[in-house]
């Protein structure tokens, strides 16, 4: 019932900024919550951020406290991750995830939607 297109990854330095966007379409934005979560070559899909309006709590693993910024706006049923002060290990294919179910945000299963992806890679 959700779709979800990510955009806005890319190239960058070590020390840069990129903004990611999550396009959702279908009835979880307005009524929920939305994540992100990254994947580099060779590991596991892990935890970024996540934003509940409904819940009204944001929630950041550890790596990006202070560094990224998790935030909505609702008429364009966009969420955005805002990241600073981007480091290589932030590398990855960064994944949007929606339809909220039971569990705790930070767990893949978690998630019920997800979107294709989108790629950011940092230099140094």
């Known amino acids: 019932q959700v779709q979800l297109v990510e955009s806005g990854g890319g190239l960058v330095q070590a020390g840069g900024s990129l903004r990611l966007s999550c396009a959702a379409s279908g009835r979880t934005f307005s009524r929920d919550a939305m994540g992100w979560f990254r994947q580099a070559p060779g590991n596991k899909r892990e935890f970024v951020a996540a934003?509940?309006?409904?819940?009204?709590?944001?929630y950041y693993a550890d790596s990006v406290k202070g560094r990224f910024t998790i935030s909505r706006d609702n008429a364009k049923k966009t969420v955005y991750l805002q990241m600073n002060s981007l480091k290589p290990e932030d590398t990855g294919v960064y994944y949007c995830a929606g339809d909220r179910l039971s569990g705790t945000v930070s767990e893949i299963t978690a998630w019920g939607s997800w979107g294709q992806g989108t790629q950011v890679t940092v230099s140094s």
């Open positions: 934003l509940s309006w409904t819940g009204g709590f944001t």
